[in-house]
């Protein structure tokens, strides 16, 4: 089979398994009726994204025009009386679709970034010192399995009673929700940091010795390198961890992401919920990809040996 | 030439830096309201500055929330000087919470909210209220199970079931399932709300205890034939489905969405149980409604004019209303689900369509005006099933309601309306906050606003006070 | 300058064991070793006989049980750049070129230099085995005998005044082998620097060093008496091999160490640390398709 080029011996098998999948889920939708009726083939699911694109961009028009409508109230109010006081006002129209996946996208970034900052300098010293893995170990442990359900009630009455004021810049749902995705993805960072710092190899460990190296310049300078590549695997999978808890935690906590779209969706009972549902479950699964494959990218650029994607 | 690997350190921490300003920098939220600090108050016709124009209003899928919708859609709300966001809400708990935080500025309620809340039953705060959305707008719906067995002992006129279906049809359904070992158990949406109390009246009115809460006992089960628990109103159709429940009391579309689907069937609508009885509420927390007054009575005067565009004209604007609820970001259910209710009809079994002109009432019968009867008489249920612990004097009664209920916001708004040639003098009552002594209730017992406490006594089924 | 009798690196009846109570394994024992400056040692032992434990007590990486370890007569507390390591496995941190490795040692042992200046230092040590086209590139992509003489560029670099060397060429193919070992003897004929070398192959130790010493078979292994070598090395390694001299002290070291280990065998074997190496494979095992030259 020589003579097939090899993008077409690439492509094909996925194309494929693609195409069998739509053919299969359009035809196994067809018999089952649940009570909000059909369940949707890929032709409806298709059909309600592209109707989300357009309420996107109509809402984008509308908040334009607003905006406009504004400017030229503004300009008369103030012909009229040059020093009256005139507010500004955002426009307050729902938020689209896609909105929702940018404050998803928002979401999980600062959880991650959060759950890193937390992870990667505990993860250190536990690697660096047995006594603290040994200590932590056991708490470390129970916390891990915890789901983001069983966190957000926790969560919001802490965050509640800690942070008093409410600016728009940093919503008390955000930071909720963003918590809850820190909490449950920090633990594969820490692991496989803890791990990582306590695995380096022993005669780097003696380079280091050798040279007379400062505990800073140890850690620094060999140390982390050394862990790098295992320290980014721990990344990789808080982030998509990250990335499965955030929409369930958005379910809850009131953050306006694809999470919130579902669960509102789900309450409207409507005809055409099922299928807007699956459109945002493609969504969350295309994002996932693309998040991982960034994260392969990084995690090549930064290791010296192989990865396995 | 440079270290690798301090390269990378530096890449990484600026490639972080940099993301979390961009993402910092954008906020949270990508059409985010402007706060109070940085919007100055925009002013009013009357010429007083609105505290706060730009508003964060919560809601829950149902139909009900059309004033909401409507004093948005309408331009009600733009034409008071404010600019507000309906936000869905997962859940009543949720909306409380946020209201009572601040993360909300006031919300669509169940009007035993702000009532339970201010008594400290749940989450203590200080909510208040300066109108009533709605009346009536609830149903209480059976599976087909049920029903089935039920039917037998309803009695018939012209091969339909005779209307209003006491809950003593249901007494015989209860008797088989204990003959069977199994329990009945029904859902409403939260314990301090209008279905739990409908619920629990008919329920009584036959007879059938619905459970009390004692000071141990906060889910209200001691001593119930019937075993009451909170569902979410979107969850109530997939659980009767499941069978975790075998019937529930809901407001709408979810008692017509079980008929469409075909998995339950309703009994009667709370309009039969009480009629005209109050439904939901407009709440705000007290902390904000001393801070913004005048945002309050504007946010009420808009409401009211969205109230009164509901009932004008004997109905004629509800098919609009219905389409602007079927949107996805309002109650989003179909619009033929929606319709029934709305447009004064209500389907029971499938097929059995009664005309019912005043299932949604918002702005007939004064219907907005913020009794302190309405407030007593949740009270006195409250007190009825034990989530008021202690007995209490009617003086108790007057002053909780006063509390809680702001009619004076209300008269406010309403003068300026009248003024402006919104409302007439007739839409406007003159009363001291009690409607007169009333016997319309399915078991006839005569309500007495003034006197509460004579009011609990005259109940079969139910605690009582012996003050 | 040192005292004619002062030793550079000594050490007193050392001993040195690992694990506790039943699982004690003594390693070394009444080790006594005397390094003048200038002298070219070489150890030679069987496997597991416990010759990079000696080296290491001798870099300071271990600690003796008991006696000492000294360097111009002080005790050795720790590692340190006046005895440089050359690694068994080399040790080079495979995330910096071999230049940046070599950077490494240098910055920390001459960090008052400004920048230009250890630049050079480097880069001159680079050159002196042969590297210089390969300055930026990475552990990965050099073949084992490249990476040993970076490993050796970067101890050299540290201008130990004694230079270790655990069996820095056991790792590699016997031709590499047999060209870095000439490489080694010019770096340090050209160099003057004390040299201990351990090896397990006696035709090495003869080549490399002034003096022989094997290390008889554990446990509690001791030093053995020190053959001298007289021999004219500056010939060609093939004729060396017909030096009848040459063949004469091979053949006295081999018979001690097989003496030794008979006598060994009739006693209980103890257990034996195996070195941890992992070898080099050529690229093309994992699919780049040339093999890098040594």
Same mark, same amino acid.
């Given at each position: 089979?020589?003579?097939?080029?090899?993008?077409?011996?690439?492509?094909?098998?996925?194309?494929?398994?693609?195409?069998?999948?739509?053919?299969?889920?359009?035809?196994?939708?067809?018999?089952?009726?649940?009570?909000?009726?059909?369940?949707?083939?890929?032709?409806?699911?298709?059909?309600?994204?592209?109707?989300?694109?357009?309420?996107?961009?109509?809402?984008?028009?509308?908040?334009?025009?607003?905006?406009?409508?504004?400017?030229?109230?503004?300009?008369?109010?103030?012909?009229?009386?040059?020093?009256?006081?005139?507010?500004?006002?955002?426009?307050?129209?729902?938020?689209?679709?896609?909105?929702?996946?940018?404050?998803?996208?928002?979401?999980?970034?600062?959880?991650?970034?959060?759950?890193?900052?937390?992870?990667?300098?505990?993860?250190?010293?536990?690697?660096?010192?047995?006594?603290?893995?040994?200590?932590?170990?056991?708490?470390?442990?129970?916390?891990?399995?915890?789901?983001?359900?069983?966190?957000?009630?926790?969560?919001?009455?802490?965050?509640?009673?800690?942070?008093?004021?409410?600016?728009?810049?940093?919503?008390?749902?955000?930071?909720?929700?963003?918590?809850?995705?820190?909490?449950?993805?920090?633990?594969?960072?820490?692991?496989?940091?803890?791990?990582?710092?306590?695995?380096?190899?022993?005669?780097?460990?003696?380079?280091?010795?050798?040279?007379?190296?400062?505990?800073?310049?140890?850690?620094?300078?060999?140390?982390?390198?050394?862990?790098?590549?295992?320290?980014?695997?721990?990344?990789?999978?808080?982030?998509?961890?990250?990335?499965?808890?955030?929409?369930?935690?958005?379910?809850?906590?009131?953050?306006?992401?694809?999470?919130?779209?579902?669960?509102?969706?789900?309450?409207?009972?409507?005809?055409?919920?099922?299928?807007?549902?699956?459109?945002?479950?493609?969504?969350?699964?295309?994002?996932?990809?693309?998040?991982?494959?960034?994260?392969?990218?990084?995690?090549?650029?930064?290791?010296?040996?192989?990865?396995?994607? | 030439?440079?270290?690798?690997?301090?390269?990378?350190?530096?890449?990484?921490?600026?490639?972080?830096?940099?993301?979390?300003?961009?993402?910092?920098?954008?906020?949270?939220?990508?059409?985010?309201?402007?706060?109070?600090?940085?919007?100055?108050?925009?002013?009013?016709?009357?010429?007083?500055?609105?505290?706060?124009?730009?508003?964060?209003?919560?809601?829950?899928?149902?139909?009900?929330?059309?004033?909401?919708?409507?004093?948005?859609?309408?331009?009600?709300?733009?034409?008071?000087?404010?600019?507000?966001?309906?936000?869905?809400?997962?859940?009543?708990?949720?909306? =409380?919470?946020? $209201?009572?935080?601040?993360?909300?500025?006031? +919300?669509?309620?169940? *009007? !035993?909210?702000?009532? #339970?809340?201010?008594?400290?039953?749940?989450?203590?705060?200080?909510?208040?209220?300066?109108?009533?959305?709605?009346?009536?707008?609830?149903?209480?719906?059976?599976?087909?199970?049920?029903?089935?067995?039920?039917?037998?002992?309803?009695?018939?006129?012209?091969?339909?079931?005779?209307?209003?279906?006491?809950?003593?049809?249901?007494?015989?359904?209860?008797?088989?399932?204990?003959?069977?070992?199994?329990?009945?158990?029904?859902?409403?949406?939260?314990?301090?709300?209008?279905?739990?109390?409908?619920?629990?009246?008919?329920?009584?009115?036959?007879?059938?205890?619905?459970?009390?809460?004692?000071?141990?006992?906060?889910?209200?089960?001691?001593?119930?034939?019937? =075993?009451?628990? $909170?569902?979410?109103?979107?969850?109530?159709? +997939?659980?009767?489905? *499941? !069978?975790?429940?075998? #019937?529930?009391?809901?407001?709408?579309?979810?008692?017509?969405?079980?008929?469409?689907?075909?998995?339950?069937?309703?009994?009667?609508?709370?309009?039969?149980?009480?009629?005209?009885?109050?439904?939901?509420?407009?709440?705000?927390?007290?902390?904000?409604?001393?801070?913004?007054?005048?945002?309050?009575?504007?946010?009420?005067?808009?409401?009211?004019?969205?109230?009164?565009?509901?009932?004008?004209?004997?109905?004629?604007?509800?098919?609009?209303?219905?389409?602007?609820?079927?949107?996805?970001?309002?109650?989003?259910?179909?619009?033929?689900?929606?319709?029934?209710?709305?447009?004064?009809?209500?389907?029971?079994?499938?097929?059995?369509?009664?005309?019912?002109?005043?299932?949604? $009432?918002?702005?007939?019968?004064?219907?907005?005006?913020?009794?302190?009867?309405?407030?007593?008489?949740?009270?006195?249920?409250?007190?009825?099933?034990?989530?008021?612990?202690?007995?209490?004097?009617?003086?108790?009664?007057?002053?909780?309601?006063?509390?809680?209920?702001?009619?004076?916001?209300?008269?406010?708004?309403?003068?300026?309306?009248?003024?402006?040639?919104?409302?007439?003098?007739?839409?406007?009552?003159?009363?001291?906050?009690?409607?007169?002594?009333?016997?319309?209730?399915?078991?006839?017992?005569?309500?007495?606003?003034?006197?509460?406490?004579?009011?609990?006594?005259?109940?079969?089924?139910?605690?009582?006070?012996?003050? | 300058?040192?005292?004619?009798?002062?030793?550079?690196?000594?050490?007193?009846?050392?001993?040195?064991?690992?694990?506790?109570?039943?699982?004690?394994?003594?390693?070394?024992?009444?080790?006594?070793?005397?390094?003048?400056?200038?002298?070219?040692?070489?150890?030679?032992?069987?496997?597991?006989?416990?010759?990079?434990?000696?080296?290491?007590?001798?870099?300071?990486?271990?600690?003796?049980?008991?006696?000492?370890?000294?360097?111009?007569?002080?005790?050795?507390?720790?590692?340190?750049?006046?005895?440089?390591?050359?690694?068994?496995?080399?040790?080079?941190?495979?995330?910096?070129?071999?230049?940046?490795?070599?950077?490494?040692?240098?910055?920390?042992?001459?960090?008052?230099?400004?920048?230009?200046?250890?630049?050079?230092?480097?880069?001159?040590?680079?050159?002196?085995?042969?590297?210089?086209?390969?300055?930026?590139?990475?552990?990965?992509?050099?073949?084992?005998?490249?990476?040993?003489?970076?490993?050796?560029?970067?101890?050299?670099?540290?201008?130990?005044?004694?230079?270790?060397?655990?069996?820095?060429?056991?790792?590699?193919?016997?031709?590499?082998?047999?060209?870095?070992?000439?490489?080694?003897?010019?770096?340090?004929?050209?160099?003057?620097?004390?040299?201990?070398?351990?090896?397990?192959?006696?035709?090495?130790?003869?080549?490399?060093?002034?003096?022989?010493?094997?290390?008889?078979?554990?446990?509690?292994?001791?030093?053995?008496?020190?053959?001298?070598?007289?021999?004219?090395?500056?010939?060609?390694?093939?004729?060396?091999?017909?030096?009848?001299?040459?063949?004469?002290?091979?053949?006295?070291?081999?018979?001690?160490?097989?003496?030794?280990?008979?006598?060994?065998?009739?006693?209980?074997?103890?257990?034996?640390?195996?070195?941890?190496?992992?070898?080099?494979?050529?690229?093309?095992?994992?699919?780049?398709?040339?093999?890098?030259?040594?």
């Amino acid at each position: 089979m020589k003579s097939i080029s090899p993008v077409l011996k690439k492509y094909t098998p996925p194309a494929l398994a693609i195409a069998l999948f739509l053919m299969a889920w359009s035809f196994g939708a067809k018999q089952i009726e649940t009570s909000l009726g059909q369940v949707p083939g890929p032709a409806m699911v298709l059909d309600q994204a592209r109707i989300l694109w357009q309420e996107h961009v109509a809402e984008r028009q509308k908040a334009r025009e607003f905006y406009e409508r504004q400017k030229d109230r503004r300009a008369a109010m103030l012909e009229v009386n040059p020093s009256a006081t005139v507010a500004a006002v955002s426009y307050t129209g729902k938020p689209t679709y896609v909105d929702q996946i940018l404050t998803s996208l928002k979401t999980v970034f600062m959880g991650f970034v959060i759950a890193s900052l937390v992870a990667l300098p505990i993860g250190i010293i536990c690697g660096l010192s047995k006594t603290v893995m040994r200590a932590l170990n056991p708490l470390i442990q129970v916390f891990k399995p915890v789901s983001p359900l069983a966190w957000l009630p926790i969560v919001t009455m802490v965050v509640s009673a800690v942070y008093v004021t409410n600016s728009a810049w940093l919503p008390k749902s955000f930071l909720i929700s963003a918590i809850t995705v820190s909490l449950c993805s920090l633990w594969a960072t820490l692991i496989n940091t803890a791990m990582g710092v306590a695995s380096v190899n022993p005669d780097y460990i003696n380079v280091a010795r050798v040279l007379q190296l400062s505990p800073l310049k140890k850690t620094f300078k060999v140390l982390l390198p050394a862990t790098l590549p295992l320290i980014f695997t721990g990344l990789r999978i808080s982030l998509g961890v990250g990335w499965m808890v955030l929409i369930a935690s958005e379910m809850l906590a009131q953050n306006p992401g694809l999470g919130k779209f579902i669960w509102d969706e789900f309450q409207n009972g409507s005809s055409q919920s099922l299928a807007k549902i699956m459109v945002a479950v493609f969504t969350i699964g295309l994002i996932g990809f693309v998040l991982d494959r960034i994260m392969v990218e990084l995690q090549k650029r930064v290791s010296f040996e192989r990865v396995h994607a | 030439m440079k270290s690798t690997t301090t390269h990378y350190w530096l890449m990484a921490t600026a490639s972080a830096i940099v993301t979390i300003l961009v993402f910092a920098a954008c906020g949270g939220r990508t059409s985010s309201p402007v706060t109070e600090a940085s919007a100055a108050g925009t002013q009013t016709a009357s010429g007083d500055v609105i505290e706060k124009p730009e508003l964060v209003l919560g809601f829950i899928k149902l139909t009900d929330m059309a004033p909401l919708a409507i004093a948005k859609e309408k331009g009600f709300f733009e034409e008071e000087g404010l600019y507000v966001r309906l936000e869905a809400q997962a859940n009543w708990k949720v909306l =409380l919470d946020r $209201v009572i935080s601040g993360e909300l500025d006031g +919300a669509h309620m169940l *009007a !035993g909210q702000p009532i #339970g809340a201010t008594i400290g039953f749940g989450t203590k705060a200080e909510v208040v209220t300066p109108l009533s959305m709605d009346l009536n707008g609830n149903g209480i719906t059976v599976s087909n199970e049920v029903w089935q067995a039920m039917k037998p002992h309803i009695p018939t006129e012209n091969g339909k079931p005779v209307h209003p279906i006491s809950a003593a049809a249901l007494q015989p359904v209860l008797e088989k399932f204990r003959n069977e070992g199994r329990p009945f158990r029904m859902g409403m949406v939260f314990p301090v709300s209008t279905h739990n109390y409908e619920l629990r009246y008919w329920l009584a009115a036959a007879g059938i205890s619905p459970g009390y809460y004692t000071e141990s006992d906060i889910t209200g089960t001691t001593d119930a034939d019937v =075993l009451l628990s $909170v569902t979410p109103p979107p969850q109530m159709p +997939a659980t009767l489905e *499941a !069978g975790t429940i075998n #019937g529930y009391c809901v407001g709408e579309p979810w008692n017509q969405q079980a008929v469409f689907k075909g998995i339950g069937v309703p009994v009667i609508t709370d309009y039969e149980i009480w009629k005209n009885n109050p439904e939901k509420v407009f709440g705000v927390s007290k902390a904000w409604a001393d801070r913004h007054p005048n945002t309050l009575i504007a946010i009420t005067k808009a409401l009211i004019r969205a109230c009164k565009w509901l009932d004008e004209n004997e109905m004629a604007n509800r098919a609009e209303a219905v389409a602007i609820l079927a949107r996805p970001e309002y109650a989003g259910a179909d619009p033929e689900v929606i319709a029934n209710s709305m447009t004064g009809t209500f389907e029971y079994e499938k097929g059995d369509k009664r005309s019912l002109p005043d299932f949604n $009432v918002f702005f007939r019968f004064h219907a907005t005006y913020p009794y302190y009867s309405d407030c007593i008489w949740y009270l006195t249920q409250m007190r009825r099933w034990g989530q008021i612990t202690t007995s209490h004097s009617n003086e108790w009664y007057f002053e909780t309601a006063r509390k809680v209920y702001l009619p004076e916001v209300w008269l406010e708004a309403a003068r300026r309306l009248e003024q402006e040639g919104h409302l007439t003098k007739e839409e406007i009552p003159e009363t001291d906050g009690f409607k007169p002594a009333t016997g319309d209730f399915i078991d006839g017992i005569i309500y007495d606003g003034r006197d509460p406490v004579g009011y609990l006594n005259k109940f079969s089924v139910g605690l009582k006070d012996n003050l | 300058m040192l005292n004619h009798t002062t030793m550079l690196l000594e050490l007193k009846e050392v001993n040195i064991g690992f694990g506790e109570g039943a699982k004690r394994i003594d390693v070394l024992s009444n080790i006594n070793l005397a390094v003048k400056e200038g002298e070219s040692i070489a150890i030679v032992g069987f496997t597991g006989s416990g010759k990079t434990t000696l080296i290491k007590l001798m870099a300071g990486l271990l600690m003796p049980d008991a006696g000492q370890v000294l360097f111009k007569d002080q005790p050795v507390t720790g590692p340190g750049r006046e005895r440089g390591i050359v690694f068994q496995n080399y040790s080079l941190l495979p995330w910096l070129t071999v230049l940046r490795n070599v950077m490494l040692a240098v910055d920390e042992v001459y960090p008052a230099w400004p920048k230009k200046e250890r630049l050079a230092h480097a880069q001159r040590y680079i050159e002196m085995v042969n590297l210089r086209h390969a300055v930026s590139k990475r552990p990965a992509e050099l073949s084992g005998g490249m990476r040993q003489r970076v490993s050796l560029a970067r101890t050299l670099a540290m201008n130990p005044e004694v230079l270790l060397m655990d069996e820095p060429l056991g790792a590699l193919d016997a031709i590499t082998r047999s060209s870095l070992q000439q490489e080694i003897i010019k770096i340090r004929n050209a160099s003057k620097t004390t040299t201990l070398l351990i090896t397990n192959d006696v035709d090495e130790a003869i080549l490399m060093a002034d003096r022989v010493i094997p290390l008889n078979p554990g446990p509690n292994a001791t030093l053995g008496p020190s053959f001298r070598v007289d021999i004219d090395r500056r010939a060609d390694r093939t004729s060396l091999n017909s030096n009848p001299a040459f063949i004469r002290l091979r053949n006295e070291v081999i018979e001690y160490l097989l003496d030794k280990r008979s006598e060994v065998g009739t006693r209980n074997t103890g257990k034996f640390m195996l070195p941890n190496l992992s070898p080099v494979l050529p690229q093309s095992v994992f699919g780049s398709t040339r093999s890098k030259a040594a």
